[in-house]
């Protein structure tokens, strides 16, 4: 972070930054890079030798209901810099959809041909989706130097739901308030549901009336 003059260092939105997938120089304002140059700057002020890796232009925005996030390059980008991208568009739910609250997230993932190389990916969903936590998993990949396929080996938490229909880990706060949601609302894909017990209790009360005996509970 030392610049051409001896002592004077410089760090944030008023320097280039080196990215690391294209390996040269470019314009990244991003809070993140300047807090990660800030600390290593003032590091070496007084006496560090600490470098900074690079950047990967990973970011996240809140547009109302929505969080848009992308880490890497994208396809024009990977096109521009002489590389040959392959971008393959996905969508699927955050968690099982037959439980409450799931919502769906748009995923493009961008990779070298050659390669298999890992390049970047970009995620629309929900706010309450996940997505910055998401794409970090991406960033991190790509800092590590992962291919596409090797994605698929990693292993990541799960987001805790209720196993109660119509309840959820997250509930609402306001006076009156229950807790437990109405089940006019549906989830995408409803469960599978048993009638195994009620057929089983409609058969035991049909053989007692024949047999001459009350079902029990009944007066």
């Known amino acids: ?21 294209l390996e040269t120089d470019t314009y990244l304002p991003l809070r993140t890079t300047a807090h990660k140059q800030g ?30 996030a992308r880490t ?38 961008t990779g070298e ?12 969903g929900h706010v309450d989706a996940q997505v910055s936590k998401r794409i970090d998993i991406v960033a991190t990949a790509l800092y590590s130097g992962l291919s596409v396929d090797a994605i698929n080996a990693l292993t990541s938490a799960t987001r805790r739901r209720s196993a109660v ?19 006019r609302s549906r989830s995408p894909r409803p469960c599978l549901r048993t009638r195994s017990r009620s057929r089983t209790g409609s058969a035991s009360a049909s053989r007692s009336t024949a047999s001459g005996t009350a079902p029990r509970g009944t007066p």
């Open 1 to 21: 972070m030392e610049t051409a003059l001896p002592d004077v260092f410089a760090a944030g939105d008023c320097t280039v930054t080196y990215h690391q997938l």
């Open 39 to 68: 600390r290593i700057a003032g590091e070496n002020a007084v006496g560090g030798d600490r470098r900074y890796d690079g950047s990967l232009g990973t970011q996240v925005v809140k547009v109302f209901e929505l969080a848009i």
């Open 72 to 109: 890497g390059l994208r396809d024009a980008e990977a096109t521009e810099a002489g590389l040959e991208p392959l971008t393959v568009r996905t969508a699927g739910f955050d968690h099982k959809a037959c439980y409450p609250h799931a919502h769906e997230i748009t995923v493009r993932l």
């Open 113 to 124: 041909r050659p390669s298999g190389r890992l390049l970047g990916a970009q995620m629309l």
């Open 165 to 183: 229909r119509g309840t959820s880990s997250r509930q609402p706060r306001g006076r009156g308030s229950t807790g437990v949601k109405s089940r």
